[in-house]
């Protein structure tokens, strides 16, 4: 897999907000580590079982990790057409393995309060997750993390930062570039929910 961080941390940068609500669509932050079941209520994981499958996850009890907003989509529209050459561009992928793509973003917040807090830290993470996430086994899949400063307001309003996760996967025609992106997605949350991400039984969480 072809996995990369960056960072976009200036002042004027999205920044990764829990809660949020959107007026204008009526969408709203849905807490999933309170209710699983709830994962009923995102569309994009009802049309797509893959992404409600890593929400959950994400959101598990036991898990280090809290997400906050997620979409997922075809790349083999007219709009994302830029997006999908360049996919085949980083993947130096041959054009017959190159004419559909699918895509998704979550927005993920660790909840060690400690690492939540510290940029330098989670680059340290980001670090350890793109070098295991080069050893799996999807040549026609890409990672690619991105920091962003973060607001979390639950029980105390707490600033620090974030990754958005971008899992892509390439493919000869729809149906194959989905089933990548469904296997990398799957190997992509392993990783983050390995015993190496584990929060200490000594640290404060932010929830």
């Known amino acids: 897999m072809l996995a990369e961080w960056t960072a976009e941390c200036a002042d004027d940068s999205p920044h990764i907000v ?6 204008a669509s009526g969408l709203h932050y849905i807490d999933l580590r309170a209710e699983s079941y709830d994962v009923a209520e995102i569309s994009e994981a009802e049309h797509f079982p893959a992404l409600g499958r890593a929400l959950r996850s994400l959101n598990a009890t036991r898990s280090p990790l809290l997400t ?4 997922a989509w075809s790349m083999d529209t007219p709009e994302h057409a ?6 085949a561009l980083d993947l130096d992928t041959d054009k017959e ?8 973003y979550i927005d993920i917040l660790w909840r060690d309060r400690a690492l939540f807090a510290s940029a330098h830290q989670q680059q340290d993470r980001l670090d350890k997750i793109v070098r295991r ?4 086994d999807h040549p026609h899949a890409k990672l690619e993390c991105t920091l962003r400063p973060a607001m979390l307001d639950q029980k105390a309003a707490l600033e620090g930062y974030a990754v958005t996760l971008y899992v892509f996967g390439l493919g000869p025609d729809h149906a194959t570039a989905l089933r990548r992106w469904e296997l ?8 983050l929910r390995s015993r190496e991400f584990e929060v200490p039984r000594t640290s404060a969480t932010i929830d």
């Open 18 to 23: 829990v809660p949020w609500s959107d007026a």
């Open 97 to 104: 393995e190159a004419h559909a793509g699918f895509a998704s």
């Open 82 to 87: 830029d997006a999908l050459q360049l996919l």
């Open 133 to 136: 996430a080069q050893r799996l």
């Open 68 to 71: 906050s907003k997620c979409d």
């Open 184 to 191: 990398a997605l799957e190997d992509v949350v392993a990783l």
